[in-house]
């Protein structure tokens, strides 16, 4: 699994959110972000464009998620 859903995952423990507020935060639904933090879903542009944007402190590693070519089709 890609640190990007590690952190993620993190990100989401040390705010205390659920998962309905995180995807509420990045505009997908929850369903959405259960199966990427899962690692059953890569994330497309759309989905690392909110995480870049709403989640600023994970912009390298989603630069990094994109630079090794794992990109999907969101």
């Known amino acids: 699994m890609h ?7 993190q990100y ?24 990427i933090k899962s690692g059953k879903r890569i994330p497309g ?8 944007r709403e989640l600023p402190n994970l912009q390298p590693l989603v630069i990094d998620f994109m630079a090794n070519g794992d990109n999907g089709n969101d």
């Open 3 to 9: 640190a990007l859903f590690d952190a993620l995952k």
């Open 12 to 35: 989401q423990r040390d705010e205390h959110l659920s998962d309905g507020k995180l995807a509420a935060i990045l505009n997908i639904d929850r369903a959405t972000l259960s199966y």
């Open 45 to 52: 542009a759309k989905v690392l464009k909110a995480i870049s």
